[in-house]
Structure formats: C-alpha cells, structure tokens
C-alpha cells in the first residue's frame, strides 16, 4: 500500500489491531491437543496427578502463545492478497493498521516466550514439538518456498499441525510412552480434509477463478471436482488409520466409528452452504447439529478409551492364519480332509 493511501492510524487502533493479528479466537483450535492427553492417560492412568494439571495449564500458554505467532506472520504476509478477497480485505493488516516493524517483533516476541515456556516448565520433547509447529508456519508463509501457494502441500503442510498439536499434549502428559503412528497420520489425514473442504468452500465462495487465483496461487490449480475428489482421498486414508490404530490399540472405538463418520458428514454438508463457517472454523460453533455431533463423538470417544470389552475384542478375533508358517500345515490338513481327489484337484 503506498504511502500516500495509509490511514491515519490512532494508538487505540493500533493495538486493537496488534491484538487482533494475533487471532487469539482461534485458541478453540487448542481442542485439538486433548487426543494427545487423554490417549496416554487412558494407557497409563497414575499420570494423572497435580503437577499434570499445572502442566497442562502451561501448556495451553504455551502453544497459543506459538499459533499466534504463526497467525501475525500470516497476516503480515498475506497482507496483499488479502486486499483482493471479499472479505478478508477487511483484516487489520490488509486495512493499513498495523506497524509493520512491530509486528515482525511482536512474531518473533511470542515465539521465544511459548518456546521458552515449554522449555523451563514442561520438557525437551514438548519444545522441540513447539518449535517445529513455529517452522512449518514459517514454511507456509515465507517465500520462496510459501507452501500455502502451492496445490496439495498446502494442505498437507497447514494440516500437518494437527498432529504437532496432539504431540503437543501427549509431551505435556510424558514423554515416556510413544505416541502410534496409526493414530498421527490419522489426525494428520482428518486435518486434510477439514483443509480441504475450507478451500472448496473459498473457492465457491469467491466464484470467479481468475480473482480466486490472484488471491492466491494455488486456486490456479484448483476447480472444484479436483477438491472433491482430493476431500475422498483425506477421509478415506484418515478411516484407514484410525482403523489401523482402533484394532491394535483400543477395539472398543470401533463402537464410536458411526458418530466420526456423522460428524464428518455434516461437516461436508456446512461447506456446500454459502458464506459457510468452514471458511472460518472458530465460527463453527454457530453450526448446533455439528456442535452437537461433534461433542457426543468427543465423549463418547473419550469413555471408550477407559473401557474395556472382552467380548468385543472376542467377536472381532482373526479367523484367517496371519502367517505362512500356519497357512502351509492349515492347507495340508485341508487337502487330506478333502473329499475331492487329487486327480481332480489338479
């Protein structure tokens, strides 16, 4: 914006719009820590006690403190473009609002105090975890590589922060016991097509590809159907690993399966609709039947991680052998009970 066009800016403006950058309403976005808490709890429940309370209280300190400093690069940087989005030109950077200068100091500022604060009260794993979550929105937002410009790995690389965030509570519980790579992917694979859908929605929103493009460069690439059919591809590998995870680990979950494919329904339904909340997930709140959904599936999620169902575990047992070791001797022993001759099996 060139000098000529800024907006006299008052004190109180500024720091609203300081405060704002910030984006501390996405904090609900800290919901996605709790599977890395309760996961490890629900193995080794004496973890439980009140030094894991204060912890985890600093914890949420600390990574707000980093995916804020994420959200005031990203406005800084998105700061053009946004002035050719309906709706986002309304942001305080795209406005004219904020210090430049003091905003880069203000990134930098919350970094080293959510990092610092994972480091002197929570542990090493915590804040190298935290500090990988600030590089990959550096990595999004920064030129040259700004993988938010490119079609795919930008989703992949924005929705890589869920499971930093579930490893994020999981260090804050121990960092001890590891975490399963089913249950990461998986989350990684459900970020995606929460990603995914938000940019169909965008792009619909938008209407005209040439603007849609312009605001940003991975709309070049993007239509519609090659959305859709990436949004078919996130949610089926996130199922194929959360089943993965469900049968090694916890079969009751099995149970719970019917609510997650609900609240993944309705969440496809809300992106269809104009002006939708999927375009802004703090928002998503003001949807009830997914709030609804979303809730019963958390809690019920949560119980079943404490029960356990022999039965269950009975009903769901292998009836095929599972190694070639037992398929030789099993297929010998159908031979020689079989009433077909060995002529004829020839």
Partial sequence: MNDTLKPTVSLGERVRAHVAIARLDHSIKNLFVLPG???PLSAYPALLDRSLIVRLVLAFFSI?????????????????FDRLH?????????????????????????????VAIGWLFIGKMFTLVALIL?????LYNFPPVRTKDKPYVDVLTESVNNPL????????VTSVLVPPVSLLIAYWMIGCYFMALKRFSELNEIGDRAVAGSYRKSFQHYTPERLLVSVLFYAST?????????????MELI?????????MAIYLQIAFKPQSAVQNPEKLYREPLLMA???????????????????LEEFFNPTLPSSPAVTAPMAQSLLQNSTVPTGELA
Wanted: proline letters at 6%; hydrophobic letters at 60%; charged letters at 10%.
């Fill in 86 to 114: 309906p709706i986002k030109k309304n942001r305080p950077a795209a406005r004219g609002l904020v210090n430049i200068p003091a905003a880069y100091i203000q990134w930098l500022c919350m970094m080293l105090v959510g």
């Fill in 165 to 172: 965030r579930m490893l994020l509570g999981w260090y804050a």
């Fill in 64 to 80: 707000t403190l980093v995916a804020c400093s994420n959200y005031v690069i990203n406005e800084v940087l998105d700061a053009p």
């Fill in 255 to 263: 149970l719970g399966f019917p609510l997650v494919s609900f609240t």
């Fill in 134 to 138: 600030w590089i990959m929105g550096c």
């Fill in 293 to 311: 959904s979303f809730v019963a599936t958390s809690l019920v999620m949560a119980i079943l991680l404490f029960i356990r169902m022999p039965r």
């Fill in 238 to 250: 996130a199922m194929l690993f959360l089943g993965a995870f469900i049968i090694r680990y916890r």
């Fill in 37 to 39: 808490v309760i996961v």
